[in-house]
Structures are given as structure tokens and as C-alpha cells.
């Protein structure tokens, strides 16, 4: 086990039983997670090869421009989310 997570369990261990379980549904949900998009990006994917594909030609045709940072700050403070 590495340090830091046998430190966090050392830190569990202390909290009381029902954060104990909590804290291990959250690990072991997260641990889930992370296997389940491994195993969807280690399939091929069509539709974002196509995608990739159509970006590439866009590119390539001069139909695309540089990403201004600054346009695309404001853009996003002005958005409904609020950026």
C-alpha cells in the first residue's frame, strides 16, 4: 500500500463507523469509475474517430481559426452559467 493511501486509512479508522462506510462506498464507487472508462477507451470508438476525422479536413481546408484565449474568456463570463 502506498504512504499516502495508508495514511488516509490510518486517518479513517479514527471517524466513526457509519463515515467509515461512506468514506468506503466513495473509494470503491471511484475505483468502479475508473475501471469502467478504461475499459470504454480501450475500445474503438467510430464516432470519435469520425469526429476527429471531420476536424482534421476542417483544418486542413483553412475552415478552422486559432483559439483566442481572451474571446473565449469573455465569451464564457458572459455565458448564462456565468463562466
Do not use: C, N
Not at 471517524?15 to 469502467?36: C, H, W, Y
Not at 478552422?64 to 469573455?74: K, Y
Amino acid at each position: 500500500m502506498s504512504k499516502l493511501l495508508d495514511e488516509a486509512y490510518a486517518a479513517a479508522k479514527e471517524l466513526p463507523e457509519e463515515e467509515q462506510e461512506a468514506i468506503g462506498a466513495l473509494l470503491l464507487a471511484e475505483i468502479d469509475a475508473d475501471r469502467k472508462w478504461d475499459e470504454l477507451f480501450a475500445q474503438p470508438s467510430g464516432v470519435i474517430e469520425r469526429m476527429a476525422d471531420k476536424a482534421l479536413e476542417a483544418h486542413r481546408g483553412d475552415r478552422t481559426r486559432p483559439l483566442d484565449l481572451e474571446t473565449l474568456s469573455i465569451a464564457a463570463a458572459d455565458s448564462p452559467r456565468g463562466g
